[in-house]
Every structure is written in C-alpha cells, then in structure tokens.
C-alpha cells in the first residue's frame, strides 16, 4: 500500500516521500486498513499525517474520524485534571527542550573552538557560519543538522509558538546524548490521551466492485494507485512503485455489469500504448469454485492489442 | 582516455552495422507516390456544370446558355449508384467497381471490407499471387514497418542480453580478481548501442505518425498499433524510469576493456508477405486472375447522406432489386441500428424512438459532412468519428468525435450516467497518443412527442432532423508544465 | 447473458471469418458451434456464442520475444499456435458473467509450460476478441482469463 503524497509537483509525486507531505490514501486503502485493523490514526477525507505516524502505535485499530470534529470532542471530553497534566507536560517539554539547546549550543561551542584550534584557525569571534559548517562536517544525518539550525535560529521563548506551528517533527532519540523535541500544536494532546472513537460511522465504502478488486490484487501482492492519470480505476504495479512500471490498468466491474466494447478497445489501445495490460475484474457471482480459493472469488480478464487488424 | 576512444570507435561500428539495412527501406525503394489532387478532385459524387457567366453583349456566352437551355446534359447530375444492404454486415455494400472507384474518388465514401481504408485487397491478393503488373498498396508498406519495428524490437533486446550478460561475467570476475569494488570505469560503451537502437526505433516509429510523410498515406487509418511515444508519454507522466539494464552498466564499478567485436550485421531484411511466396521464384511478367471477395462498405451514416441529402444512391436489399423508398431505408437503418439488430415489430415510423443510435450518429454525420469534413469511423480509437479535412491520403484526422447524447428536453432522463473522470481521461489519452484533438458533441436529443406525426409533413425527415441540437466541446490535455509556450 | 439471436451471431461470425480468411490470412479454420467442437468427451450443449479456431500466419501471442531471436536464425519456424476467436459487433455490451461463460468452456491450455517465466501465463485460457464495427473494420484484442503480465514489447 502506498496511497498518494499530497501536494506534489506531478513530475515527481513518488519522490517527495522524504519532506513528509501528508499522504492521501486512496478509499479502498482506508477501507483495508479499518477491516484489517492495523493502524490506528486517521483522519477525514483520509488524509494521514506521515510523519505523525512515527510516534505513535502501528499497530492497534485503524479508526476514521473527521478531525476538526473528533479533535474538538476529545479536548472538550478531557477532564480537569488531564488538562493540568497536558499543561505541566508542556512545561516540561519546554524546559527539557529549552535546557536542551543550551547545554548543545555550549557543547557546540566548544567543539567548535576545539576543532579550530586543532586546525589552527583559531580567531578570537567564531562566526556563525563556520560553526554550523563545522558541525555539518561531523557525522550528522542531514536531516538533524537542519533541525539544529532551527532551534538555534528560533532559540528564545518568543519563537516558540512559531515554531510549534510550521514544525512537524517530533526527532527521535539518535542514538546519542542529544535530543530535541520540537512540539507539534497537538503533539502533547495526541501523546497524552486523546479520546477516539474506536469506530467511526464515516468508514469510506468504496464501490463494492472497486474494493473487492483492490483486495484481491493487494493480497496478490500488487501495489495500487489512482488510476485518474492513466484512464483507468487503479494502476497495478507488481511490487514498489519507485522500482516497477506498472502492468496493469485496471477497471472493476460488478459481474453482470454492461461494458460497451468501445470501452475494450479504448481500454486495449491505451494500455497496449503505455506497454502495459488492461484488466477488467469483478466478484464472480456464483458458488466460489473449491479449486481456486486463492481467488477470493474474483475474476480477471486481461486484455492486450492482438498485433494485427 | 584510451578507454574512452576505443568505445567511442566500437559504438560507431556497431550502430554502422545494424543501421546500414535498416537505413535502406522505406524511403529509397519507394513508388512514385500518385497525384491524390487529381484523383481527388471531386469533393463529393455530384456533378456540376458549370455554365460561363451571361454577358448580354457578347452572342457566344448566349449560345452557350441557349444550348444548355434547349439540350441539357445527357448525364444529369444525379449519379445514382446502387448499394445492397446486408443484414449480415449491418450496411450497405456496393460492388459495382465504377461505383466503387468513384465514391472512394469524390469523398472517400465507404471502406474496402478487407483493406484499411481503400479498397485494395484485388491488389494485394494479385501480388500476393505473384502479379507483377500491381503496384504496393498501403497496406503492405504498414506490414513492412512493422515488421521492421519488431526486427529493431528483437535486436534491441538481443542487445540487452547481451550486455546484461557482460555485466555478470565482469562482475564475476572482478569479485574473483580483487574481492571488493574499487573505483573502476563504468562500462558504456554498449549500453550507448542499445540507446542508438532505441532511437532509431524510435525514428522508425515516428515516420509512421508523420502525418505529412508521403509514402504511408492511409497508414494512421490502420494504426492500432502500439502507439509510438510510448516512451516520452511514460515520461511526462513521472513514471520515468531508467531501463534496469542501464543503471546496471552505470553504476557498476567494474572495469572491463571495451569489447571490439561489433554485434555481427544482420542480414539486410527481406520484406516477407507470406511464407509461401518470399521464396517462390517470380517470373517476370505474371498476371494473375482473382475473384475479387471485397466490397466497398458504407456506414449506416454513410449511405443515409448518400441517399437523403446527395439523393445519389438508391438502396436494394438481396431479395428483390427494387429500390427502397426513403421511409423504408430510414425503417431499414433505425432497426440496424445497434446489434443484435431490433424486431420489425418494435419500430414504427409514425412513433419511432428519437433517442435511437442511427438517429444520433446520423445527425453528428450530417453536421459535420455538411461542413465539408470527410468522417469515417473512429473505432480504432475509441470514438465514434474521425474528421479528416479533405481526406484519408492527404493527411491524418485531426479531431476525434465522441458523441455524448443529452437530454435536456426529456422529463426525468439522466445524462451520461456510469461515466467517471477516468473513462474520459482514458479517450484523450488515446487519440494524444495519436495527436489528435477529441471534441465531445452533445446532441440534444428531443423527445418522441416532438417528432411524431412527421410522416404528414412534406419533407418531413428534415423536420425531425431541425429538432436535434449539436453543441461540440473540444477538450485537450493540458499539461502546465509543458504548455509554455 | 445476450439476448442476440443465434442466427445475427452466425451473421457476426460470418463477418470474421471472411476476415481472417481474406484479410489476415488465417488457415485451419473451423466454427466452433456446440462443446462437442471443441472436445468430443462433452455434452452436445451449444456454445454461450459461437467461436472461430484458426491458426493465424505468425505466432501471435509469444510473452518473450526476446527468446525468438534464435528461432529467427533458424529458417524453420514452428507453426503458429491456433488460437480461439470470439466475434462480437462494437454496439454490444458484455458483461463479466459473459466472458467467464466463454472461458469456462474452453480448455485449458496442455501447458506450454518449457520452465522459464512465461510458463504460468502460458497455461492461462487465452481467445481472441474480433470486435466487428459498421465501417467492416474489425479489431482484435488478446484476452486472457486471468492475470498475465503484459509482453515485453
């Protein structure tokens, strides 16, 4: 399952993994998820936080809930006391964080001076600049550097609020002394006990032919996508996206459903087209044969241009 | 460096051995193309004459008019062509070959039941038999290109192989030689063949798209072929990927000095018809006698033109010669409409179903007759029309005609129901694979109460026609990133 | 399933044929009518829609073209594998329960299966879709039943 960045550039949707857009998944994914009750965070118009998903449990129950709605009545359901707690822990957080950089910026000072007297650069005012490169030069990942710069550029308490807004990680402890922990608005609240409905009434239920399709080619171990780009309901790739082209366009049909022949030569000609197979596919309705319980009960045609005519 | 060059020579002999046949066809052994503005003068089968302009002065124009006054052309000018229509094939079949010559000639009526386009099949067959006294037919220049594509396609997997197969052995070796990876030469060299190939196929497939080009001039008409731009089109949609085999030859840090032997030439390719003839001896002078097994055959839409607004063809049916009145071709053609066709019963001309398909498909034929256009078919492409501007041989349809039936006037009746975003995302793809531009023609059907009692009226059909309303939208991909200029 | 009566699908299938006969140079052709056409063991039950068997002048469905470079050497080529043709007219509309029926009476395939990767697709059921339209062009689509990766072309 790899449902959809939000908000990329189209020519290069899969790429953008790494600065933590959120992620849209499509229906039948979400429908997935709730039935197979893996994930436990979501929201309406299932839009999922990426990068949320690091901190909190994988596994559990998947719940949909409308956001703005759920999260307004899990604050209002906190009892006083777990106000009190939300509030001290954001204290604390703050504290920690903020003793935190200080300790790390000192730390970093010194290495600095370290670093530049062993190389004999030694100037009595180390400009800003330097440090940061110096501290690059060790071996940080790329992606803690930046959050230093960050905190450092933020440093004191008028920033915060700022920066609790636009951040969106919460670091995770690296393996060595230092950590940061860059609030989220609500990080403190999701952390503390925000009261979800185990089930929500707002499960998307996708067009029953389209979900037993999804299903049945996702437990084949295909990988699907929206299909809107390619003409087609999903796009079938037979294992990671970034790795594979896709092998099939693929349109479900319910099984006495009508499909006008112009739509199977439109079909075989746009996937001959693009070196890929068009699939139809639907839930057979009748007893599910003995000998082929690996289908689910699921039929699928392939269609490709014949080479001649 | 030295490396370099010397791959840099072994590219150049390589793509010289496998370009040089592949360099010789199309272009080179091709027939003198016939004059298309002649044979095609005649935009529609009508005759016209054209009498100089009267000047009162001048006795010669008067005689002239007086002349054409008193003894009007024998030949008047109305042609009248006769079509069988055929329950089997749902259509009106012409087999006179005057008849056929020329309503292909003046308007690219009709299709050859065995050809693409053309009625050439006789040809192909002679030739097929060893007539020599034929000239190629557009249809054996589609079948020698593709047949050259698949050769290219052949060779450029051959080349993968090959190279992929270059790649292990070096990696064996050099594993068995130092036992870790250094920071040797990527090897290119090969891979920069494959890439020729490619383009070279690429080249191959793009002449067959040129509308322009010459020598393949109803090519497109028979062109459910992989569409050529596969690959670009694969690329603008993000899903670029690079070929396995080349990232393999990149990034593999091993360095093997570059193979000298060129991929061994492929024997120049023989344009083959048939197994049975390629190696049959030719004489020198053949002519062959065929029973020709093809008919010229129009669309219902077609034959209805021809009929009701050129009045130039009259409609037999296989039980008796006697032409059908107009009322009974229309009877004919409503029941025919869809297949399996409709019971006898169920249609009455005094209250027939506006919303029948021959109706519908006949008024967007008419509309865009009318106006000039030459319309066949669209199913290779997933329409219901193509549009050409003066003809097939003269250059590619341009538009894609999708006939989307509206309701407006029709109490209750939903419109388009069961299509979604993709199924028409999926029509634009097929025809911008082909360059062509899909318009949607909405015609606003009206309901039965507007069109009943047309057969009272003088001139009725025209009536009930007046009543369908055409609205066209004409739709095109719109990619931001590549719509710059 | 359709309610076309069987003497229009004979009228469709006599369409075809003529094509494949004239236009594409088809050989072994015979009509597929009843089970028993197809497998003399069955019952004398008719077909859901009366088929075409042929063999057409190339292989047509080869899932590793690759692997035919050596046969293109080799003067010899082995005959084309005959192939299974539905005829169907551009106005109809099939659905799902229609197609299955149609493979459900088929064979399956004795197995092409020489190892390699194309051994399990080339046991799937294929036929041939000739989608007859009003112009007498007819177009052909390899369906399988099943999946089947697409070729490598």
């Known amino acids: 399952m790899c449902g959809t960045l939000f908000g990329t550039l189209p020519q290069a949707q899969q790429q953008n993994i790494f600065l933590g857009l959120p992620l849209e998944l499509m229906r039948e994914e979400a429908r997935l998820l709730v039935d197979q009750r893996e994930l436990q965070w979501g929201k309406k118009n299932i839009i999922l936080d990426w990068i949320a998903g690091s901190n909190r449990s994988l596994k559990g129950v998947a719940t949909i809930v409308e956001d703005s709605l759920a999260h307004r009545d899990a604050v209002k359901a906190l009892s006083e006391t777990d106000k009190a707690d939300i509030l001290s822990l954001k204290i604390q957080e703050q504290d920690k964080l903020m003793l935190a950089n200080r300790e790390e910026s000192i730390k970093r000072k010194e290495a600095a001076i370290e670093n530049a007297k062993a190389s004999g650069k030694w100037k009595t005012k180390p400009a800003r600049a330097s440090e940061s490169s110096i501290d690059k030069s060790k071996e940080t990942p790329l992606f803690e550097s930046t959050l230093d710069a960050i905190v450092d550029g933020v440093g004191g308490e008028g920033g915060r609020e700022e920066l609790a807004s636009t951040a969106q990680r919460t670091s995770a402890d690296d393996g060595s002394q230092r950590q940061y922990v860059i609030p989220m608005a609500s990080s403190a609240i999701g952390l503390h006990s925000l009261r979800l409905p185990r089930e929500a009434e707002n499960i998307p239920s996708p067009p029953d032919a389209r979900y037993q399709v999804y299903k049945y080619l996702q437990s084949l171990g295909y990988f699907m996508s929206p299909g809107l780009r390619f003409g087609c309901q999903f796009v079938a790739y037979p294992g990671d996206p970034l790795r594979f082209h896709s092998h099939f366009l693929v349109k479900s049909l319910q099984w006495d459903e009508e499909l006008s022949m112009l739509d199977l030569v439109g079909g075989g000609r746009l996937g001959t087209g693009v070196k890929k197979a068009w699939m139809m596919a639907g839930l057979e309705q009748r007893d599910i044969e003995a000998d082929r319980p690996e289908s689910h009960g699921v039929r699928t045609f392939c269609v490709e241009w014949a080479g001649f005519g | ?485 | 399933m359709t309610t076309a009566e069987t003497s229009d699908l004979l009228n469709l299938r006599s369409v075809v044929l003529s094509n494949l006969q004239h236009q594409h140079y088809w050989t072994d052709i015979k009509l597929l009518d009843t089970q028993v056409d197809i497998d003399e063991n069955t019952q004398n039950d008719p077909l859901p829609r009366p088929m075409i068997y042929g063999r057409p002048p190339e292989q047509l469905y080869n899932p590793e073209p690759a692997s035919s470079t050596n046969e293109a050497s080799s003067s010899e080529k082995p005959p084309a594998d005959k192939e299974y043709v539905l005829p169907v007219h551009l106005t109809e509309k099939l659905t799902l329960r229609t197609w299955a029926s149609v493979f459900d009476n088929l064979p399956t395939p004795s197995g092409a299966a020489e190892g390699g990767e194309g051994g399990g697709d080339a046991k799937k059921k294929r036929i041939v879709v000739a989608v007859v339209s009003g112009d007498s062009t007819v177009v052909y689509y390899i369906m399988h039943d099943g999946i089947v990766k697409p070729r490598q072309n």
């Open chain 2, 1 to 485: 460096m030295a490396d370099t060059s010397a791959n840099g020579a072994a590219t150049a002999a390589a793509t010289a051995a496998i370009g040089s046949p592949l360099n010789k066809p199309p272009h080179s052994a091709k027939p003198k193309r016939p004059n298309y503005n002649v044979i095609h003068a005649d935009p529609l089968p009508v005759v016209l004459y054209h009498s100089p302009t009267l000047i009162p002065h001048n006795p010669i124009s008067l005689l002239h008019h007086l002349y054409l006054y008193f003894f009007p052309p024998v030949q008047s000018h109305k042609v009248t062509y006769i079509g069988v229509f055929s329950p089997v094939t749902m259509s009106v079949e012409i087999r006179d070959p005057t008849a056929v010559l020329d309503l292909w000639n003046k308007g690219f009526w009709g299709k050859g039941s065995l050809s693409r386009s053309e009625p050439t099949w006789l040809n192909r067959e002679m030739r097929r038999l060893g007539d020599t006294q034929v000239g190629e037919t557009s249809e054996e220049i589609t079948r020698r290109r593709r047949d050259q594509r698949k050769e290219m396609k052949k060779e450029r997997a051959r080349k993968e192989k090959e190279e992929l197969q270059k790649i292990k052995e070096a990696e064996a070796k050099n594993n068995e030689d130092t036992g870790s990876v250094s920071n040797g030469k990527p090897i290119i060299a090969d891979s920069k063949v494959v890439v020729e190939l490619e383009t070279e196929i690429k080249g191959l497939d793009e002449t067959v798209t040129e509308p322009s080009h010459p020598s393949v001039p109803t090519e497109e008409a028979g062109l459910p072929t992989p569409p050529p731009s596969s690959d670009e089109l694969n690329t603008s949609d993000g899903e670029s990927k690079t070929d396995i085999v080349n990232i393999g030859s990149e990034t593999l840090p091993v360095s093997v000095p570059p193979t000298s032997d060129s991929p061994p030439a492929q024997p120049a390719k023989v344009v083959r018809f048939d197994s049975n003839t390629s190696t049959k001896e030719i004489p020198v002078e053949k002519k062959v006698i065929v029973q020709n097994q093809e008919h010229l055959q129009l669309m219902l839409s077609e034959a209805f033109f021809l009929a009701y607004a050129l009045g130039v063809l009259s409609v037999t049916t296989a039980d008796s010669p006697k032409p059908l009145s107009l009322p009974e071709i229309f009877k004919l053609f409503l029941r025919h409409s869809i297949f399996p066709p409709l019971p006898e019963s169920s249609i009455s001309l005094t209250n027939f179903n506006p919303d029948n398909s021959f109706l519908i498909n006949y008024v967007v034929y008419h509309h865009f007759r009318s106006l000039g256009w030459v319309v066949k078919s669209g199913v290779k492409f997933s329409v219901d029309y193509l549009l050409y501007k003066r003809g097939p041989v003269f250059s590619h349809a341009e538009f894609a005609i999708l006939i989307i039936p509206s309701y407006s006037r029709w109490e209750g009746k939903e419109e388009n129901v069961g299509r979604e975003w993709y199924w028409l995302h999926s029509i634009t793809r097929v025809n911008s694979q082909v360059k062509k531009t899909v318009v949607l023609v909405y015609v606003d059907v009206p309901t039965a109460d507007e069109v009943k009692g047309w057969d009272c009226e003088t001139d009725g059909l025209k009536t009930v026609l007046g009543k369908y309303r055409i609205r066209e939208v004409a739709l095109r991909r719109w990619i931001p990133g590549r719509n710059r200029e």
